[in-house]
């Protein structure tokens, strides 16, 4: 398989290494999986525009769908990002395990949003007629819905990146769910 190197600020377009900057001054560092989208000229601004678009889905709903989604489609970078990121915003580790396994029992709303969320990615965006109604029954809105849909194409897009890249993990591991349920 081919190797992807994560590229650094001085190998990239003027471009990118503003958005580089902009990063580094947000977060401190440029995370691995941004630095591969800017092997494009144009796919890493383009990513960090979807990524902050205003969305009707607060912090905490979209690191449920961000877990969920990464989850199914297996993105070890997406997991252990998203799990820091949940934690940031107040989940716990068991709440983090079982949003990642499907559901949050812990809130009636996330948890129809973890449960449609994943109905979604497991047939390709074809909602499930009962998860559809417990979610709108949840008080989730139109708007809502698709929102879900966007913020679901964008953890997609950075799942797939690092699946087909596999560039290195520059946050915490995420456990294994398998080795966790498995205790």
Same mark, same amino acid.
């Given at each position: 398989?081919?190797?992807?190197?994560?590229?650094?600020?001085? !190998?990239? !377009?003027e471009?990118?290494?503003?958005?580089?900057?902009? &990063?580094?001054? /947000?977060?401190?560092?440029?995370? =691995?999986?941004?630095?591969?989208?800017? &092997?494009s000229?144009?796919?890493?601004?383009?990513?960090?525009? %979807?990524?902050?678009?205003?969305?009707? %889905?607060? +912090?905490?709903?979209?690191?449920?769908?961000?877990?969920?989604? !990464?989850?199914? *489609?297996?993105?070890?970078?997406? &997991?252990?990002? #998203?799990?820091?990121?949940?934690?940031?915003?107040?989940f716990?580790?068991?709440?983090?395990?079982?949003?990642?396994?499907?559901?949050?029992?812990?809130?009636?709303?996330?948890?129809?949003?973890?449960?449609?969320?994943?109905?979604?990615?497991?047939?390709?965006? #074809?909602?499930?007629?009962?998860?559809?109604?417990?979610?709108?029954?949840?008080?989730?809105?139109?708007? *809502?819905?698709?929102? %879900?849909?966007? &913020?679901?194409?964008? /953890?997609i897009?950075? =799942?797939?990146? #690092?699946?087909?890249?596999?560039? +290195?993990v520059?946050?915490?591991?995420? +456990?294994?769910?398998?080795?966790?349920l498995?205790?």
């Amino acid at each position: 398989m081919t190797s992807f190197t994560v590229p650094t600020r001085q !190998s990239v !377009s003027e471009a990118n290494q503003a958005l580089f900057d902009a &990063l580094e001054g /947000k977060l401190g560092f440029v995370p =691995n999986l941004y630095a591969t989208f800017a &092997l494009s000229n144009n796919a890493l601004g383009t990513y960090l525009a %979807l990524q902050s678009a205003r969305s009707s %889905l607060g +912090p905490k709903a979209r690191e449920v769908v961000n877990l969920v989604v !990464s989850q199914f *489609n297996e993105c070890r970078y997406c &997991l252990a990002a #998203h799990t820091v990121l949940g934690k940031m915003n107040g989940f716990s580790d068991a709440q983090i395990i079982e949003i990642r396994k499907g559901t949050a029992t812990f809130d009636a709303r996330l948890d129809a949003l973890a449960r449609l969320a994943r109905s979604l990615v497991e047939s390709r965006g #074809h909602a499930d007629a009962a998860r559809l109604d417990a979610f709108f029954a949840a008080g989730w809105t139109q708007e *809502n819905l698709v929102d %879900l849909i966007v &913020l679901i194409g964008d /953890k997609i897009i950075s =799942n797939y990146l #690092h699946a087909a890249t596999d560039v +290195p993990v520059d946050f915490p591991a995420a +456990p294994d769910l398998d080795e966790v349920l498995a205790a």
